[in-house]
Every structure is written in C-alpha cells, then in structure tokens.
T-cell receptor, first 113, second 111 residues
Framework: DGGITQSPKYLFRKEGQNVTLSCEQN?????MYWYRQDPGQGLRLIYY???????QKGDIAEGYSVSREKKESFPLTVTSAQKNPTAFYLC????????????FGPGTRLLVL | AQRVTQPEKLLSVFKGAPVELKCNYS??????LFWYVQYSRQRLQLLLR??SRESIKGFTADLNKGETSFHLKKPFAQEEDSAMYYCALRSPSNTGNQFYFGTGTSLTVIP
C-alpha cells in the first residue's frame, strides 16, 4: 500500500462533461497505467506510459485521453465521447528490470448523473 | 493475440479443502505470468509470479507451457483466502510493458 494515490475516490459526471481522474506515485517508477474495471470483465487497459512525455493506447482508449508531463503524475480525462463511462478506474505503476511488478492505486469510481 | 482466460467467475470451497483457480493463456512468445489478489476493501496486489517459483500464503502456481496454463493452487483453503483473484500476463514490446488480465475469479471459503 501507499506510493500510489488516486483522487477523488468518487466522481460524478454530467452528460457532455469532461472529467479528470488524478493519479500520483512516489515510487520513482517510469511506467504508469490506467485500467478500467467492470464487473465480469476484469481489468482492461486504457492507456499506458513507459516514460515522461510518451504514452500508448491500450485496448479501450476511445473516449479517453492522458498526459504524462511529470514522472510522478498520469492524469486520465474521461471525455464526453466516452458513452459508457460508469466504471471503477485503477491506476498502476511498475518497476523495471527483470522483475517487473505493478503496484495499484485505490481506484476512483466514476458515476454518471 | 494475447489472451488470459479464467473460466470460473465464482468458486466456493469449504475451509480446509483444496482449492484450484484456473488460468489459461495464449501468447506467441515466452510468457511471464502473475496472480493478483484483491481482498475486500483493499487494493489489487501481486500474489505471486511464475518466474519466482515461490509459495505465498500457501499458494503456488506452476506454468505449464504444454497446456498453456498457470493454475493457482492451495492445499488447504482458509477463510482469509476469500477474495477476487486475477491472472495476468506481461507482454513486453518496444513501447513498454502491457499487462493482460483475465476476468477474475471470486473465491469464497465457507467456514
């Protein structure tokens, strides 16, 4: 535990609104990830970033955007183009080397009003 | 394409009984596989990885390349093992590491 923080814990979005989920880590990890967790579907990768100022689309990137301006921060914006945003969002970071291990944040639950 | 399959959404066993959570994968290279666990009201965390060949909390998992499986086993289940378990596969590339997760198995250990 610790090391990765996500805020807010709960977030409400109105129709047509963009919202941004925060993810911060103090583990000095180069890589960071965003996943969406839905019941019965496990974790699906939205975006990942291997280094600062670089990021890659995952399997379900449509309707989402990210930035990686600082090593410790990887915010996720859920845009109005995402038609089904209600989900639990998990951020993770990983160490490098031969024993890559992902560490997860506590998650943010996004609800649509 | 990389895939991780966990065929059981729900699994219930009695305390003291053996437990096996199934995981199958498809991967074109040499796989690196993990088991993650999420206890109630806690974060998702790493349980074990196949390259370490370790036993954590009494759990073991052996990679079977012939059957493309990485089943998680424990000889005697405990109530505190009740949790959500995810099997995951790491796929390295020149753009970084991607992790593919299964849909998870919810384990309930009945007292």
């Amino acid at each position: 535990d610790g090391g990765i923080t996500q805020s807010p814990k709960y977030l409400f979005r109105k129709e047509g609104q963009n919202v941004t989920l925060s993810c911060e880590q103090n583990l000095n990890h180069d890589a960071m990830y965003w996943y969406r967790q839905d019941p019965g579907q496990g974790l699906r990768l939205i975006y990942y970033s291997q280094i600062v100022n670089d990021f890659q689309k995952g399997d379900i990137a449509e309707g989402y955007s990210v930035s990686r301006e600082k090593k410790e921060s990887f915010p996720l914006t859920v845009t109005s183009a995402q038609k089904n945003p209600t989900a639990f969002y998990l951020c993770a970071s990983s160490s490098g080397g031969n024993r890559v291990t992902q560490y997860f944040g506590p998650g943010t639950r996004l609800l649509v009003l | 394409a990389q895939r991780v399959t966990q065929p059981e959404k729900l699994l219930s066993v009695f305390k003291g009984a053996p437990v096996e959570l199934k995981c199958n994968y498809s991967y074109s290279g040499s796989p690196e596989l993990f088991w993650y666990v999420q206890y109630s009201r806690q974060r998702l965390q790493l349980l074990l990885r196949h390259i370490s060949r370790e036993s954590i909390k009494g759990f073991t998992a052996d990679l079977n390349k012939g059957e493309t499986s990485f089943h998680l086993k424990k000889p005697f289940a405990q109530e505190e093992d009740s949790a959500m378990y995810y099997c995951a596969l790491r796929s390295p590339s020149n753009t970084g590491n991607q992790f593919y997760f299964g849909t998870g198995t919810s384990l309930t250990v009945i007292p």
